[in-house]
């Protein structure tokens, strides 16, 4: 196995694993009800230094020179700068109107914190279809409380849907607790998404 820091060109790569753990919340905010549009949005963020879906917070997992898995994570410190520039990257790609509906939609999310400082939140974390069931998930956790702990930081946290078994069984597995249920009427009509755990491992 080996780690490296994802590249600009490693988008063809990434994109399908990132919004493979978001899709219909992708479609939802990021692309306003459109999944093409998500899909594009997301490549305009990965491609952009800094954002919350950024190649520069993204670590790839290599198995015989082919990416095995990959998560995206940085201190929860950071969320509030990164949304801002998440915002700044939206706006000009949707446009005056989408940006309207876009606003619309994240405001269903304000107050909502996701991250405190002193954790590494982890926005994504994604194995390949044909590298499931391998124990990559329980890796990729570990790789990422290796670079907390080299950051001096104290927890890992993340979010999770609340109809996603298989990933809430791997957390529970790893050492992570639920810290708070969120239920999100309009995700939940829009989406069929019930909304999500927040969970955080302590170091």
Do not use: C
Not at 46 to 63: C, E, G, M, V, W
Not at 96 to 112: C, E, Q, T
Not at 116 to 129: D, F, R
């Amino acid at each position: 196995m080996n780690w490296r820091a994802a590249r600009v060109e490693d988008a063809p790569i990434a994109l399908p694993l990132i919004y493979a753990t978001m899709g219909a919340f992708a479609d939802f905010l990021f692309g306003v009800g459109s999944s093409a549009l998500a899909r594009r949005s997301l490549e305009v963020l990965f491609r952009h230094p800094r954002n919350r879906l950024s190649h520069a917070f993204t670590q790839l997992l290599d198995i015989e020179e082919e990416t095995a898995g990959l998560y995206l994570a940085y201190p929860g410190a950071l969320l509030p700068r990164l949304d801002l520039h998440t915002a700044a990257v939206m706006f000009p790609l949707l446009g005056w109107r989408k940006s309207l509906a876009f606003i619309s939609r994240a405001f269903a999310f304000s107050g909502v914190r996701e991250a405190h400082p002193g954790e590494y939140y982890i926005q994504a974390l994604a194995v390949t279809p044909s590298r499931q069931g391998m124990g990559l998930g329980k890796a990729i956790l570990e790789h990422a409380a290796q670079t907390a702990r080299a950051l001096r930081l104290s927890a890992l946290s993340l979010l999770v849907s609340l109809d996603n078994l298989p990933a809430q069984n791997l957390y529970l597995n790893s050492g992570f607790e639920i810290a708070r249920e969120m239920r999100f009427s309009r995700l939940e009509r829009d989406t069929g998404i019930p909304g999500f755990w927040r969970m955080v491992k302590r170091l």
